[in-house]
């Protein structure tokens, strides 16, 4: 039976978008992907995301799925030959509260030690250190947060591969340094260099630029 | 009723709680669903035993579930474990399309109702006003799913006549929006605007396993008046 499977992605400085990307070419699926302006928003993307009007959102056979790590739960259970999630209940409930942790907790922490003034800087960078200490300690001396190779956790974490790097240049405040984040600085190297997150993370100096220009007027007025 | 595989597939159970808590109750929900025996550790709000500290240190929060030793915090996650360890009665579908609506409406309910509701009980003024909006419009949305999904045939999300995942997710709602809504001083139920709205809250109020669980309006109002006195240095008259 012929599948139809799109996805409805934000342009190439989506991260949301890649983790979906990611993990469809993981498991093998063909894909169409469909490029939505985010200023001027397909009525498709609004008739099949009309509560959060968002991407990603995946199309399987004309169903729409929304949120990214629902829409990787899903990928998971219909194309369970390469199965992005742990198999154990216990390891999928403990990849699951740290993939919940970088979207609900480390990600807006991580902002606000970014953007905040000097005087309130030391207190917000130590609140992002104390969390990306958590993580680092999931971590341990794995190479993946999957284990051996890349699952959900890892592409969930796409957020630390990239983003801190680039928030980091173009903010100029260091919180992610292999003196304090060993582990995970050592897994930005080894994600950022599999083949298939390769082809679908922006090269980071492209990342720098672009993101220098979306904060033009905020970075001018600090 | 337990085999004795079943038995040894328990090991320990043990929940970390507070009595007043809503997403506790949810698990608690969720194991009495299954009929998994459980050991409950009510928790000492001014006083978080080292038990709990060490199993959720990342948050330091209940409910923690710990299942031979091993522990699990968030209330959605958790109520995923349960549901993945334990077969009986399943709380979500087998299919991964309605497990994904599913997860959708849990979340969506998270961030448009659960949150919005906690932070205009522990707010006032302007940023009440603001969160009880929030809540109102979240309201809204949960109104217009109900008016799609559910009949006279059809009580519960679930499905049919049997409760599931984003009911268990809701039901906080059936006994803590009232109290929430006293305590804070303002209004977002409204049975004229939220007709079968108010008709899953009576029905899920009337579920066997839930009836008796849901604490008295007096006991949490008293409670939570305290709490939302605490947190916004008020004097004691209001």
Redesign the interface.
């Known amino acids: 039976m012929a599948e139809e499977v799109k996805l409805f992605g934000g342009m190439w400085a989506s991260l949301y978008s890649r983790r979906i990307e990611i993990a469809l070419k993981m498991t093998g699926v063909q894909f169409e992907f469909i490029e939505e302006d985010l200023q001027n928003k397909s009525p498709l993307l609004l008739q099949y995301n009309s509560?959060h009007k968002k991407v990603p959102v995946l199309l399987?056979n004309g169903?729409p799925?929304?949120?990214s790590l629902?829409?990787l739960?899903?990928i998971n259970?219909?194309w369970p030959d390469n199965p992005i999630l742990p198999r154990d209940?216990?390891d999928?409930?403990?990849a699951?509260?740290w993939a919940?942790?970088i979207d609900e907790k480390l990600i807006w922490v991580s902002w606000d030690a970014y953007r905040s003034k000097e005087e309130d800087q030391g207190k917000a960078i130590e609140e992002a250190c104390k969390q990306l200490k958590?993580l680092e300690n999931e971590l341990k001396e794995k190479e993946f947060f999957g284990g051996d190779t890349v699952g959900y956790l890892d592409i969930a974490a796409i957020m630390v591969a990239s983003w801190f790097g680039v928030m980091q240049e173009v903010m100029k405040v260091e919180l992610l340094t292999e003196e304090n984040f060993p582990n995970l600085c050592q897994w930005v190297e080894k994600f950022v260099d599999c083949p298939i997150v390769k082809e679908c993370l922006p090269h980071k100096e492209k990342m720098v630029e672009f993101i220098r220009v979306l904060l033009k007027d905020f970075l001018a007025s600090r | 009723m337990a085999s004795s595989s079943v038995a040894d597939q328990e090991g320990q159970v043990m929940l970390l709680g507070f009595w007043f808590s809503p997403f506790v109750k949810r698990v608690e929900w969720a194991l009495k669903f299954k009929g998994i025996e459980y050991d409950y550790v009510e928790e000492d709000l001014t006083n978080k035993s080292t038990l709990l500290l060490t199993s959720n240190p990342i948050h330091k929060k209940v409910p923690v579930l710990i299942h031979n030793g091993n522990p699990i915090a968030e209330s959605l996650v958790i109520i995923e474990y349960i549901d993945e360890t334990w077969k009986q009665n399943p709380i979500l579908s087998q299919d991964p399309y309605e497990r994904a609506m599913a997860r959708f409406w849990a979340n969506f309910i998270e961030q448009k109702v659960t949150e919005p509701a906690r932070e205009a009980l522990f707010s006032k003024g302007e940023q009440q006003e603001k969160k009880v909006k929030e809540l109102k419009e979240g309201m809204e949305v949960v109104e217009g799913e109900a008016k799609a999904k559910l009949n006279d045939k059809t009580l519960f999300f679930g499905g049919g006549n049997g409760v599931g995942y984003v009911d268990i997710v809701l039901g906080w709602t059936c006994n803590w929006m009232e109290t929430i809504e006293e305590v804070g001083g303002f209004k977002v139920l409204d049975p004229e605007s939220q007709p079968q709205f108010h008709k899953w809250m009576a029905n899920f109020r009337e579920v066997p396993f839930i009836k008796p669980t849901l604490e008295p309006k007096e006991k949490l109002v008293e409670f939570f008046r305290m709490i939302r006195q605490d947190r916004l240095g008020l004097v004691a008259n209001k």
């Open positions: 509560i399987h169903m799925i929304a949120e629902i829409i739960e899903y259970e219909t209940p216990y999928r409930a403990m699951r509260f919940r942790f958590a």
